[in-house]
């Protein structure tokens, strides 16, 4: 019996310690390489660090070829994706605003630390100036808010078929604090809608 309890104590304490005690997260994305240039996690007493990709071993070039396929497959699915956007964009503006507005709320319940900060630096484009466009406007609508310690600078370039650039940042979080968060983002979702809104868009592709 008093093993159990014990057990029971100890499962009770590592719960609330990964609940509850703050996660620290730094990272350093190079959008251009598709590489985290260093990332960093902290929780007390612990450290990690790690990185992900890096430089590209000589292996690759045997797979140029099947590349180049994947790429115009890619190309084609982005022409898909673009239309089903845009006719989404059109049909459900309110809607799509309004998941908008609560990914804003969700971020906001979740980093409410001061000590943070996100800095992004963009440039180039997509395969679509349509895309391209839309990208711009809505990182000029995130510029419009006064949150001082999110910067993000966009330089849109029509011509280029890639998006580049740089992300670094620093967040603290509760595991408790995003899932609290999470629950509350779906609750006020127009789950209905959504759902009505995915499923006519997917007959329209299958028809």
């Given at each position: 019996m008093i093993l159990l309890i014990s057990i029971l104590c100890f499962l009770i304490a590592v719960?609330?310690?990964?609940?509850?005690?703050?996660?620290?997260f730094e990272i350093n994305y190079d959008?251009?390489?598709?590489?985290?240039?260093?990332?960093?996690?902290?929780?007390?007493?612990?450290?990690?660090?790690?990185?992900?990709?890096?430089?590209?071993?000589?292996?690759?070039?045997d797979?140029?070829?099947?590349?180049?396929?994947?790429?115009?497959?890619?190309?084609k699915k982005m022409q898909g994706l673009k239309i089903d956007f845009m006719r989404l964009l059109r049909e459900e503006y309110m809607m799509l605003k309004q998941i908008g507005v609560e990914a804003m709320r969700l971020a906001a319940g979740i980093i409410k630390t001061p000590d943070y900060h996100l800095n992004v630096s963009l440039n180039g484009g997509f395969a679509s100036p349509d895309l391209t466009g839309c990208l711009y406007g809505g990182v000029c609508a995130v510029r419009s808010m006064p949150v001082k310690a999110i910067n993000i600078e966009y330089n849109p370039d029509f011509n280029v078929e890639r998006l580049g650039g740089e992300v670094t940042g620093r967040v603290v979080?509760?595991?408790?604090?995003?899932i609290k968060e999470l629950l509350l983002f779906a609750w006020r979702l127009p789950k209905l809608k959504i759902l009505k809104?995915?499923?006519r868009i997917k007959r329209r592709r299958n028809g």
């Open positions: 719960l609330t310690y990964i609940l509850f005690m703050p996660i620290f959008i251009d390489n598709r590489t985290v240039q260093k990332g960093v996690i902290r929780i007390y007493p612990f450290k990690f660090s790690f990185k992900i990709g890096g430089e590209k071993k000589a292996a690759d070039a797979k140029t070829v099947a590349a180049g396929k994947k790429k115009v497959k890619r190309k979080v509760r595991i408790s604090t995003i809104t995915y499923f």
